[in-house]
Nanobody
Framework: QVNLVESGGRVVQAGDSLTLTCDAN????????IGWFRQAPGKDREFVAA??????VYEDSVKGRFTISRDNTKNTVYLQMNSLKPEDTAVYTC????????????????WGQGTQVTVSS
């Protein structure tokens, strides 16, 4: 059984930084890659970043601004977001189930409930 819980979302100003966390259970981080996705109102779910044991991948619009990392001792994956823009506003969700860091939601099996990030100009 895989359980994922996101936290850290809040309202921030444009240009601010914010760190989201994805808390996983058991050996989830050892068995699967973890991806971050986001969905804004009226829009499709969008890939943000993913991490495996050997590599990380990022959506083009967040490269250089966002950093995905993991702390294996805490069973936690982080999404460090810098230079936030209003267009980053969305519900951010972490996912597991892909052996490699896939960019398509259909490649993941398990999903958290999401955390809201709002960026004001």
């Amino acid at each position: 059984q895989v359980n994922l819980v996101e936290s850290g979302g809040r309202v921030v100003q444009a240009g601010d930084s914010l760190t989201l966390t994805c808390d996983a259970n058991g050996d989830t981080l050892r068995r699967y890659s973890i991806g971050w996705f986001r969905q804004a109102p009226g829009k499709d779910r969008e890939f943000v970043a993913a991490i495996s044991w050997i590599t990380t991948v990022y959506e083009d619009s967040v490269k250089g601004r966002f950093t995905i990392s993991r702390d294996n001792t805490k069973n936690t994956v982080y999404l460090q977001m810098n230079s936030l823009k209003p267009e980053d506003t969305a519900v951010y969700t972490c996912a597991a189930g892909s052996r490699f860091p896939a960019v398509y939601p259909g490649d993941y099996l398990y999903w958290g409930q999401g955390t809201q990030v709002t960026v004001s100009s």
